[in-house]
């Protein structure tokens, strides 16, 4: 194990932090660790691609995909005159 030393903590962050270990009937280091330990153990976001197309591909992609039909043409209106 290792020690860490965080400076310049705001005092309102110290405050909830000893709060919260306080509800959960911990020390603020030991509600420190844990509030470390859960953002740490879970896995990184994914990476967000770069479009709309690519995130989109990326969600349908593993259930086979989707057709869809194309959106009929239709005929160029005339521009308003004003």
């Known amino acids: ?3 860490i030393t965080i400076r310049d903590i705001a005092d309102d962050l ?8 306080a509800m959960h009937g911990h020390s603020m280091e030991a509600e420190a660790r844990d509030i470390l330990q859960d953002a ?4 990184p976001p994914a990476a967000v691609p770069g479009n709309l197309a690519e995130a989109i591909r990326a969600i349908v992609e593993p259930f086979g995909g989707i057709e869809l039909e194309p ?12």
Request: charged share 35%.
């Open 40 to 43: 740490l153990a879970t896995e």
């Open 14 to 21: 110290k405050q909830r932090l000893k709060q919260r270990a």
């Open 71 to 82: 959106f009929p043409r239709q005929p160029v209106r005339e521009p308003p005159t004003f």
């Open 1 to 3: 194990m290792t020690d």
